[in-house]
């Protein structure tokens, strides 16, 4: 079984910037792709960015501009750097790490931007 650990959440004020990190520990096998999503209380999880194991990214229009993915040197990690925050950044983010059909989901990272 896969786990996927995300780690960098948390409180700031807006038009600050917060970094995310997300690794598998322990898996034995590369995702074919990685990805943020997030998701605010009764609405749907949406997509935040995505990356490829060949680095094409996929970003969120609310995304472009203000938030980087990029993939880790060790294999099945991924970070996202998030400028210029804005408070309806304010959500749990959700790394994800798909292989053919298949996601896998961490537990979720609580970030907060306060106006």
């Known amino acids: 079984q896969v786990h996927l650990v995300e780690s960098g959440g948390g409180l700031v004020q807006a038009g600050g910037s917060l970094s995310l990190s997300c690794a598998a520990p322990?898996?034995?096998?590369?995702?074919?792709?990685m990805a943020w999503y997030r998701q605010d209380p009764g609405k749907p999880r949406e997509l935040v960015a995505s990356i490829t194991r060949g680095g094409s990214t996929n970003y969120a229009d609310s995304a472009k501009g203000r938030f980087a993915i990029s993939r880790g040197s060790a294999a099945n990690t991924v970070s996202l750097q998030m400028s210029n925050l804005k408070p309806e950044d304010t959500a749990v983010y959700y790394c994800a790490g798909h292989l053919y059909s298949l996601t896998y989901w961490g537990q979720g990272t609580q970030v907060t931007v306060s106006s």
């Open positions: 322990g898996s034995s096998f590369a995702f074919d792709a």
